[in-house]
């Protein structure tokens, strides 16, 4: 059985890589139209028509969604009835050197100091794998994130002082830091938000709820769902809009994720995903049996 899974996950690493890079999943070109199709405001309406006409083009052609492909980054959720016997970074690590030759794509990952560039998007450490697990599952799934490289840096971690008013504080300190991005992280954006643990685990949080698919669906829990209800509303009135260059939509979507917190430390982390909010998530099952999960494949 193990080579079945193995195979399967071979020969369809590097494509699901290129479309991760390529093609916008379902929900997010999806959630753009819904932009566009509510937006008032001239200018704002005109940059969603050429966003849609770039997802198009990019999805035909094969092309780059964007420029900067960001940091390379895969999930890994492996089942307890799946075995993973096999090198699945190295295989991962050779599709995306082999998507960035393929696409092509630009070749963004150096070394921090020297900037020794390696021309494949992999090495120093790069891709960066995360891995989670599955009880009772009989598949392994992977999803390959292109994480942001201008949205993702304006992301940050907050602490509340244990006193401060939580709900508030929290809803003050997003509202805060996505006016202050402004237009920088090339909205319209999904905004995760990431509450609890230490500061690492709250950021994690907020990256991880980025991917949350489909875009716009609501925490299970409703008093986390009525937070990512008021806060979508209030950020899509800041004017910020599309590019920054005004409108009516400002986010796409707020995801919010969180894990228990310490009494005495109270860390809110605070993600963005610009409008090319890449990823492709892939389900492979231990009989070589294959599913996709965001893309009509």
Sequence with gaps: MGNELRDSIAKLATTMTTVASTDLPISVVESI???????TVTAAKEQLSTILKNIELSKDKTSS?????GIPTFKISVGSEARLDFDIEDMLTKATAEATADVPLRQNICHPLTKLN???NTGF???VFYYDYLYGKDYIEIESQFRGGGSAFRSSVYSLAPTAPRLESIKKVVFDHVAMAGGIPCPPTVVGIGLGGTPDQSLNLAFDALYRDPVGSPHPEED?????SVLYKTLNETGIGTMGLGGDTTVLAVHLEYIGSHIATHPVAIAFGCWVNRYAKVRFYKDGRVEWLTHNK
């Design 33 to 39: 139209k819904g932009a566009y199709k509510r937006e």
């Design 65 to 69: 969604l964007c420029q900067d492909i």
């Design 118 to 120: 390696t021309k494949t």
């Design 125 to 127: 450490g790069i891709p």
């Design 224 to 228: 986390m769902a009525e937070i990512e």
